[in-house]
């Protein structure tokens, strides 16, 4: 699966089938962590200035975000976030 968007050289990716909660994962540089939608729970390893974009660009696209999701988790074709 490709990134679904990319900012500032950061990948956001949703996969597929993939286990709850929500989330999406995140790929930058030495970044690569993934974080809930809903309540921004982060594992793995990210630096504070890449999860503050990721905050921003999530709170404009939350909605967005969890239409993915459920499309991903039912096998649809998912579609870059423009």
């Known amino acids: 699966m490709g990134s679904i968007f990319v900012i500032q050289g950061i990948l ?5 089938f ?3 909660p929500p989330h ?3 790929r930058s ?3 690569d962590f993934s974080i809930t939608i809903k309540d921004r729970v982060i594992e793995g390893t990210a ?3 890449t999860v503050a974009i990721i905050n921003q660009f999530m709170d ?3 909605n967005e975000l969890m239409d993915l999701w459920e ?3 039912n096998g649809e074709t998912i579609k870059k976030i423009r």
């Open 71 to 73: 499309k991903a988790q």
């Open 12 to 16: 956001i990716y949703i996969y597929g």
């Open 60 to 62: 404009e696209h939350e």
């Open 29 to 31: 540089g030495t970044d």
């Open 18 to 20: 993939d286990h709850n």
């Open 24 to 26: 999406i994962h995140v």
């Open 47 to 49: 630096r504070s200035k």
